[in-house]
């Protein structure tokens, strides 16, 4: 409603058919003599996976009402009838090797294991889209609240065309051609991966597991409509539009200190990132429901860059059971999250770098099975996780200038998408 006597009513209908194929072959080998068996290990995976989304008829319905009186007009900031055909194809290959060598730990009987090996991954993707949308002749029957009337074959009609100029176009009814060439488009991804890894024993508590990853990252959407890129090389002739193409060093360090037998304290630190998704990086602009925000991706978001430290503290009181708490803080750089887009007058969100935010919270793990009440019980089990965690990023420029026309005085919010606690539950049956 928009405060007064007029209502927005606005309906959606959708069908979506998913398949999956995958196709993997794996393998483990293992290399040693008699006296040290398994000193060197192999491990290999690969896989290719062709997935389809099909969206045969997406249709978007709205209308105003006004005590008994309906009316379609979309001169009053929403759209007409509309109606989408969405069909999405993509294919993945996925190739991972790994090696594992064994030796003898630095004061220690317990042995040293290093790791390393390599990974590559490629995704292509190809989306269409469709769209239509259904003009009121002059002569059409009016809408009364009966869609299934108004929509009627009889109430529509083929326009007649001469030329380029419509010539006939009175009489009911009629579907037009309102498809965005922004939003059909095929990407390409490719990530090449190497890392080395070393478990070491150190004395007998103390226990290192460090080493770095590489990744190399080849990223690039390809819209129909290459000029949407014209705007964003008149601002900006040295910038990539829709191109990530990256090469990072992940580095990661962790000690786990023995308390004693069944309990451990852990100290970890370790780099990560985050790629924006295709979705993010392209020119697709999806539309919810009529009336609602229309959310674009950003052709020149780059990626996350997470530092992550943690202190754990578990205590393992059985082979299947366990108290945890850990300390965790994340900091990013560059994180994506969603902002309202103030150049347009619709309502519409973007996707967009922020210049940095932080995480810090508590972690809680547990593991306990039944037995203690009866042997008939020492199989079921019961886990529960749960985190509290405090996120804040800065607003974006934007959105903090609308903000301060109202005197406040707020400058962060919490990080997009990150819940401030989150509990988890199960009751199983285990082996």
Not at 125 to 145: H, K, M, S, V, W
Not at 251 to 275: H, Q
Not at 302 to 312: A, G
């Amino acid at each position: 409603t928009s405060g007064g006597a007029i209502t927005l009513q606005t309906r959606t209908t959708g069908y979506i058919q998913r398949a999956i194929d995958v196709l993997q072959f794996q393998g483990d080998h293992a290399f040693g003599s008699k006296e040290t068996p398994e000193t060197f290990k192999a491990d290999w995976i690969v896989s290719t996976t062709a997935a389809t989304q099909y969206e045969p008829d997406l249709r978007f319905f709205a209308n105003e009402v006004d005590g008994t009186d309906f009316l379609i007009n979309n001169g009053n900031g929403y759209d007409n009838p509309l109606r989408f055909y969405r069909d999405l194809r993509e294919t993945n290959f996925d190739a991972k090797l790994n090696f594992t060598l064994q030796t003898k730990g630095v004061n220690s009987t317990k042995k040293t294991e290093i790791k390393f090996g390599g990974a590559f991954t490629n995704k292509n993707r190809d989306f269409t889209e469709n769209r239509f949308e259904l003009i009121n002749g002059r002569d059409a029957e009016e809408y009364n609240g009966n869609i299934d009337a108004y929509v009627a074959e009889d109430n529509l009609f083929d326009v007649t065309v001469e030329g380029s100029t419509i010539v006939d176009f009175f009489r009911g009814n009629y579907y037009t051609d309102r498809t965005q060439r922004t939003n059909i488009f095929t990407a390409n991804q490719d990530v090449w991966a190497g890392y080395a890894m070393v478990t070491l024993p150190i004395g007998g508590k103390l226990k290192f597991i460090g080493g770095a990853r590489y990744e190399g990252t080849d990223m690039e959407i390809f819209p129909q409509d290459s000029t949407i890129f014209d705007p964003i090389l008149a601002a900006d002739s040295t910038a990539t539009p829709g191109v990530l193409q990256l090469n990072d060093i992940l580095p990661s360090a962790n000690f786990i200190y023995s308390l004693r037998e069944d309990m451990n304290l852990r100290a970890g630190y370790a780099r990560t990132l985050a790629r924006p998704s295709i979705v993010e990086l392209s020119p697709f602009i999806r539309v919810h429901y009529i009336g609602g925000p229309n959310v674009i991706g950003n052709l020149l978001l780059e990626r996350t860059l997470i530092d992550n430290f943690d202190v754990r503290w578990e205590w393992f009181f059985s082979l299947n059971e366990l108290v945890s708490v850990s300390e965790i803080y994340k900091n990013f750089q560059r994180p994506i999250g969603l902002v309202q887009d103030f150049s347009t007058q619709n309502l519409r969100f973007r996707y967009e770098n922020l210049p940095s935010a932080f995480i810090y919270g508590t972690e809680i793990e547990i593991k306990k099975n039944f037995g203690f009440i009866s042997e008939g019980l020492s199989k079921l089990q019961f886990t529960f996780n749960s985190s509290f965690i405090y996120s804040e990023s800065p607003l974006d420029s934007g959105e903090l200038a609308i903000i301060r026309q109202f005197a406040s005085t707020r400058t962060t919010r919490r990080l997009f998408g990150q819940s401030p606690f989150v509990f988890n539950g199960e009751l199983a049956n285990v082996d």
